[in-house]
């Protein structure tokens, strides 16, 4: 038999269509657009409304560049919208989103997916909470971010060096927004109206957001690829690794195949390809392979699954290690 090459087959719009019919589902709705504030961004990532899903690349923005960003926000300047994806499934997320340790969604609830602008959303949320972030083997303290008080309104009022500043220049973004009344005392009468105008362009500023909603996760996927259009495409092991996940199972796929896989180089089989393997489950479930229908495979059956194919791939490798040995032998 040959065996299609799952990870360079893109998935067309028919294909995508193909699979929504098969799961009864009719029609996929058009994104909304939604309308994010302030206060309602932060509470839905701290109750772990808002999530990142796992195929997202790592956090990379600098404190500077998350300084620009709110210095936008400040001057109320737009700064490109959020695409969300709203779904009851449950996903493999990073959970600590700027180092923050978030709970997880509530049960029945649905969860929000950052598929466009996680970057942009985890300085604002590191930059507002004022959170350490470890990148490279350094940490960087967003805490660190202020507001200068003293700037014309078109220079940079969001800053990261204030050396040599009085500290009746500055302040603390965070301390703008949840410092109070006692802290505000530092500062001369004259800066209150500011301060107040510029903690209240902060929380009423409104971000906003492209909703998908109760999409299946190969369109999710597919739409965060064709955003991201700079940076590779999602595999067809990444996008199950994320749909397979399931906490009170303890499965997660990406563990899983590292398990297979140290056993296999052990006895020197160790280049046998995830997609072999996500073929394999394919295969014994609806006896074809293609992206298509591997992608179309519900959690609970893969995760039934998956030992049996193990299992399956294990013999084949003792039968493949005794043959060759036999063969060897009698070529002697």
Known sequence: MIVPDIDNQGLTLSENATINAERGILKMKQ????????????????????????FQREFVWSKQKSADLLDSILKGYPIGSFTLWQTTERLRTIRNIGGDDLPQTREGHPIEYVLDGQQRMTSLYASF????????????????????????????????????????????LKDLLYGG?????IYPEALDSKLEEYKN????????????????????TEVFSRLNVG?????????????????????????????FISKAEEVGYGTITASTLLQLVAIIIKKECTRKHI?????????GKWEEA?????????????????FEAASV
């Open 310 to 326: 193990v299992d399956a791939m294990e013999r084949a490798i003792d039968y493949f290690k005794s043959y060759y040995t036999s």
């Open 231 to 259: 940076g590779q495409p999602l595999s067809t092991f990444e996008i199950m690794v994320a749909k397979t996940y399931d906490e009170d199972q303890s499965f997660d796929l990406s563990v899983k195949y590292d398990e």
């Open 181 to 185: 009344r006692k802290l505000m005392r």
């Open 129 to 172: 909470k004022g959170l350490k972030i470890k990148k490279n083997n350094k940490v960087e303290d967003f805490e660190n971010i202020y507001i200068d008080l003293m700037e014309e309104e078109n220079g940079p009022l969001v800053i990261t060096d204030v050396e040599g500043r009085n500290e009746e220049e500055v302040i603390k």
């Open 295 to 303: 992608l179309s495979l519900k959690r609970d059956e893969f995760i």
């Open 31 to 54: 994104p909304e657009n939604v309308n994010i504030k302030f206060t309602d961004l932060i509470s839905q990532i701290e109750n772990g409304d808002i999530k990142i899903p796992q």
């Open 201 to 220: 362009r902060f929380i009423t500023y409104t971000f906003s957001g492209i909703s998908m909603k109760n999409v299946p996760i190969d369109v999710a």
